[in-house]
């Protein structure tokens, strides 16, 4: 069964101007995919793109003006999008598990990181005290926190960003998940931790079998790291696919340009910047998001675009997909 | 830091701050054109009698000394005689302190018992029907005048619906006041057993209670507001969500969180609410230090005032050595320095 399914989620911005009329951002217009358990996927998508509300909308985590507005979110089969507060606190933080870019400014200041752990594990899993303390010593180990029997005692402001991080892991698999949600985990952390907490994310994902949506900008990260790739652009899923023959042969121009704007193709010489502005998701165009950044577009670009198949499970939203030249697609001004 | 050496540092930082607050009452007073010389001769006293008044006061002295042989005496921890009672200033204001932190220590705590939830409670629904209703009501506290506040809730419960007892003060005049242990009339009502003393004290502290406890609720409201908006907004409180902590513990969270800024705020305002005291005293002849101090004031009771400011400063340094102390307790970041 898939684990988690994602169909048609439309997620909107509500908000009113100054003359009190309603504006509406389109920040989310119909995102689907899906993740099978012990599947890696990688969404991908410039800042803006919707990426991050993506994942605030599947967990329920949006605050107001932010509300969903069509589609749908199924995890192992159930309904999240209109489940009750009390009934998804059941399940965020046990069987969905996050882990977000602020670690140090998320946990709780005021109480201990072992008591921390400890508390995530009797709100969901109960038992005996002992027990879960004897699990948050494990996980802190599994996280590789030296020394986790003095780290317990450490209080958040205490630990360094890489630490912290390692912190919120070890949260994260306190209640063994299904489903881990990473948010841009390595933002805000020196380049070298980064890579630490990449490979430890890499393989704790392989020890504890979790199916992982991980949210990031970058494509580095992606390639190493997952199994599937999802981009977005514009709250849109615009190609999905297999991560081998996304970057093989990537379907949608703006896949092509992100590819080729990758760093090591600039130091190649062979790259150009990936230029324009992002859609403004209060005015939409009508057809694809893209079009006023796209080298390809047409008049044909500004009808309803359909997700077109290119290879088995690899689809792009693109009237051209599949029949594309073979050069990136470069339109800079836009 | 130890407990006993943040004192210390405390206290040596406090001195320069005192001498500071001596000179400035001292000079305050006699540069304001007062002059309790004509006062205290009467219309119809000759200029030998004047100047002998003066001489005594030491007020013919010039200024720098008079202020010098002062400082000297309130070092020695002697704040000088009433030019009016004759009495030991130091020994009046003693006697009034009690009085009046009784009525601070209820006015203040029933604020901010009533002030904190219901700040939270807006806080969990802004722009909620709640949160309109307390806005408009911490307005009214805000803006309406206190000794106005005072007459009005005599008049209603007093004149009109003859709920209270009249504003004549701490008990009523039939009642003999219980032996003193503590200054406190409800307190040693209740210490020495005598119900009747302890009711009349109570009843008696009702409106002046009600009446500080509303000019101190409002501040509080919108201060506890503002600050769980802002708790409620973090990441701390986003992450507590993302990690399915039920709202009970969520609650408990954002109040922890907010607790440390809601009681800085709070001692703030006990310093500051000390003025209004005066006229709350005032208004409902309550003979408490803040009357003391406005009557000193009025009289142009030189030692009398700079006394009561001085204890003033005093008791607003003990109030903020005691909230530090708190924070320190409660918020493992900080530091006592």
New interface residues.
């Given amino acids: 069964m898939t684990l988690l399914k994602v169909e048609d989620l439309h997620t909107h911005f509500i908000s009113r101007d100054l003359d009190n009329q309603i504006c509406i951002a389109k920040a989310l217009n119909g995102v689907s995919f899906s993740l099978e358990a012990g599947r890696v996927l990688g969404i991908v998508g410039e800042t803006g793109a919707g990426k991050s509300l993506t994942a605030q909308s599947i967990?329920g985590?949006l605050?107001p003006p932010a509300k969903i507005v069509a589609g749908s979110v199924r995890f192992e089969g159930r309904e999240l999008t209109d489940m009750p507060?009390?009934e998804?606190?059941?399940?965020?933080?046990?069987n969905i598990?996050?882990v977000?870019q602020?670690p140090r400014?998320?946990?709780?200041?005021?109480t201990r990181v072992g008591d921390q752990l400890v508390?995530?594990h009797q709100?969901?899993s109960g038992g005996p005290k002992t027990a879960s303390h004897k699990r948050a010593l494990e996980m802190m180990e599994a996280v590789g926190l030296p020394d986790p029997e003095s780290r317990a005692k450490s209080?958040p402001?205490e630990l360094s960003g890489g630490m912290a991080q390692r912190v919120l892991l070890a949260?994260a698999l306190m209640n063994s998940p299904k489903l881990l949600i990473a948010d841009e985990p390595t933002t805000g952390l020196d380049v070298t931790v980064q890579a630490q907490i990449l490979d430890l994310l890499r393989s704790l994902v392989a020890r504890f079998d979790m199916a992982t949506l991980i949210i990031t900008h970058d494509l580095g990260v992606v390639a190493h790291f997952c199994n599937d790739i999802a981009v977005m652009f514009g709250g849109s899923i615009v190609e999905t696919g297999s991560v081998r023959d996304v970057f093989a042969a990537p379907a949608h121009p703006y896949t092509r340009n992100l590819i080729a704007a990758t760093p090591e193709r600039f130091q190649m010489g062979r790259a150009k910047a990936l230029g324009g502005q992002p859609p403004d998701l209060y005015n939409l165009p009508s057809g694809c998001v893209l079009q006023s950044r796209c080298a390809y577009a047409t008049e044909l670009c500004q009808t309803t675009v359909r997700n077109a198949e290119v290879a088995e499970g690899h689809f792009a939203l693109c009237h051209y997909a599949g029949r594309l030249e073979e050069q990136p697609a470069v339109k800079i001004n836009a | 830091m130890t407990f006993q050496r943040f004192l210390l540092r405390r206290a040596l930082m406090v001195i320069p701050l005192m001498i500071g607050v001596v000179f400035i009452t001292f000079m305050l007073v006699r540069i304001g054109g007062l002059d309790p010389v004509g006062r205290l001769a009467g219309p119809t006293a000759t200029q030998a009698e004047f100047d002998s008044i003066r001489n005594n006061l030491g007020l013919d002295q010039p200024l720098w000394k008079q202020f010098s042989i002062y400082l000297g005496n309130v070092v020695r921890g002697d704040l000088g005689e009433s030019w009016l009672s004759n009495r030991s200033v130091l020994t009046d204001i003693k006697e009034r302190a009690v009085i009046s932190l009784e009525l601070l220590f209820w006015g203040v705590g029933i604020g901010a018992l009533v002030g904190v939830p219901v700040g939270l409670r807006a806080a969990f629904r802004p722009n909620g029907r709640f949160d309109q209703f307390t806005r408009v009501l911490s307005l009214f506290g805000f803006s309406i005048p206190t000794y106005w506040l005072a007459l009005v809730m005599i008049f209603v419960f007093f004149y009109l619906l003859g709920w209270s007892p009249p504003a004549i003060g701490r008990m009523s005049l039939l009642v003999t006041p219980p032996d003193m242990i503590t200054g406190s009339y409800l307190i040693d009502g209740v210490l020495t057993a005598r119900w009747d003393a302890a009711r009349s004290a109570a009843s008696q502290l009702i409106l002046p209670v009600i009446c500080l406890a509303i000019v101190s609720a409002a501040p509080i409201i919108k201060q506890t507001r503002a600050i769980a908006i802002e708790v409620l907004?973090?990441?701390?409180v986003?992450?507590?969500?993302?990690?399915?902590?039920?709202?009970r513990?969520v609650r408990k969270?954002v109040l922890?969180?907010s607790a440390v800024p809601i009681l800085t705020y709070i001692g703030t305002e006990v310093t500051g609410l000390v003025g209004t005291m005066s006229l709350i005293e005032y208004v409902f002849a309550w003979g408490g230090l803040g009357q003391y101090g406005l009557n000193a004031i009025i009289s142009g009771d030189f030692t009398a005032v700079q006394g009561y400011v001085l204890v003033l400063a005093v008791f607003s340094v003990l109030v903020f050595i005691v909230i530090d102390f708190v924070v320190y307790l409660?918020?493992?970041?900080s530091e006592l320095s």
């Fill in positions: 967990v985590l605050r507060d009390a998804l606190n059941r399940i965020r933080g046990n598990a996050m977000v602020n400014t998320s946990l709780d200041p005021l508390r995530l709100i969901h209080w402001h949260m | 907004s973090s990441d701390t986003r992450y507590a969500h993302a990690c399915g902590l039920p709202e513990n969270l922890r969180n409660i918020e493992p970041r």
